[in-house]
C-alpha cells in the first residue's frame, strides 16, 4: 500500500514540476478564463441579466471555474501518450505497482497543476465583485477538485486509444468545443430542444458545472434559477461515470501498453 501512495505522489510531483517550469503554459491557460468571465460574463449581464433575474458575471464565473479544472485536468492526461513516445511509461508499466495508481497519480497532478489557474479564476472573479464568503469558497474547492478528477478520467477515457500526441491535438478540441455550449457554461440549459436537451446530458462537462454552480448557489436565492440538479444526485452520477471512465479508460491503456 505504501508503495502504491508513493508512486502516485511522484508521479504528482512530476507533473507539479513540470508546472513550474513552464510558466508560460501557466499564464496561457489563466488568460482565457479572464476573458470568458471578464468580457463575456459581462457583456451576457447588460443583455440579459435583468430578464433572467440573476448575475451573468457570477454565472458565467461558476461554469467557466468548472470547465477550466475538467478540461485542464482532462487535457492535461495528453502526457501519457508524451511518455508512451518516450518510453517513460514503458519503464512505469514494468514497475510492481498498479496500472490504476500509475492513472491516478497522473490525474492527481494535472489536479495539481489546475489548482494556480483556479485561484487565479477566484481571485479575478472577486475583483470583478463577485460575493465570496468563507462558505462559497470552500464549496468552490470541494465542487473544483471533484471538477478536476472527473476530468482526468474523462482524459484516460479519451486518450487511451489514440496513438500520438498529434492525433490527440486533432480530435481533443472536437470532443470538449460542443460541451462548451450543451454543458450551460455561459447558457442556462433550461427549456431546450429535445434533441440540445440530450446532447446536454450525454455532456461530462455539464454535470462539473452544475456541481460547481449547486455548491457555490446553496441557500441562494438565485439557486432554483441556475441549478439544474441537486448536487446530491449530481455527485452520484459524477461517481458512476468516474468508475466507469477510470475501469475501461486505464484498461484499454494498459492493454495498448502491452501490444507495444
Do not use: C, H, W
Request: aromatic share 12%; glycine share 8%; net charge neutral.
Amino acid at each position: 500500500m505504501r508503495q502504491e501512495v508513493g508512486a502516485v505522489l511522484m508521479l504528482a510531483q512530476r507533473d507539479l514540476t513540470k508546472l513550474l517550469r513552464d510558466r508560460a503554459r501557466l499564464v496561457s491557460e489563466l488568460v482565457f478564463p479572464i476573458i470568458f468571465i471578464g468580457i463575456l460574463g459581462a457583456s451576457l449581464q447588460a443583455a440579459f441579466g435583468r430578464a433572467f433575474g440573476y448575475d451573468f458575471v457570477t454565472f458565467t464565473f461558476t461554469g467557466v471555474f468548472a470547465m477550466t479544472l475538467f478540461q485542464t485536468t482532462a487535457q492535461g492526461i495528453i502526457s501519457l501518450i508524451e511518455d508512451r513516445e518516450t518510453d517513460f511509461a514503458q519503464e512505469i508499466f514494468v514497475s510492481p505497482i498498479s496500472r490504476y495508481a500509475i492513472v491516478a497519480g497522473k490525474i492527481l497532478g494535472e489536479t495539481l497543476v489546475a489548482s494556480p489557474v483556479a485561484i487565479g479564476i477566484v481571485a479575478f472573479a472577486a475583483l470583478l465583485g463577485v460575493p465570496m464568503t468563507a462558505e462559497r469558497v470552500v464549496a468552490l474547492a470541494i465542487g473544483g477538485l471533484v471538477a478536476a478528477f472527473f476530468g482526468g478520467s474523462f482524459g484516460v477515457l479519451v486518450l487511451s486509444n489514440l496513438p500520438n500526441r498529434r492525433a490527440a491535438q486533432n480530435v481533443f478540441p472536437f470532443l470538449m468545443l460542443p460541451q462548451y455550449f450543451t454543458s450551460g457554461i455561459f447558457n442556462p440549459m433550461v427549456d431546450q430542444p429535445p434533441l440540445i436537451d440530450a446532447l446536454s446530458r450525454l455532456s461530462p462537462m455539464r454535470y462539473a458545472v452544475d456541481l460547481v454552480r449547486g455548491l457555490f448557489y446553496r441557500e441562494s436565492g438565485e439557486y432554483r434559477l441556475v441549478v439544474l440538479q441537486d448536487p446530491a444526485t449530481v455527485i452520484a452520477l459524477i461517481a458512476v461515470a468516474f468508475v466507469a471512465f477510470m475501469v475501461v479508460g486505464t484498461a484499454l491503456f494498459v492493454r495498448k501498453e502491452r501490444d507495444r
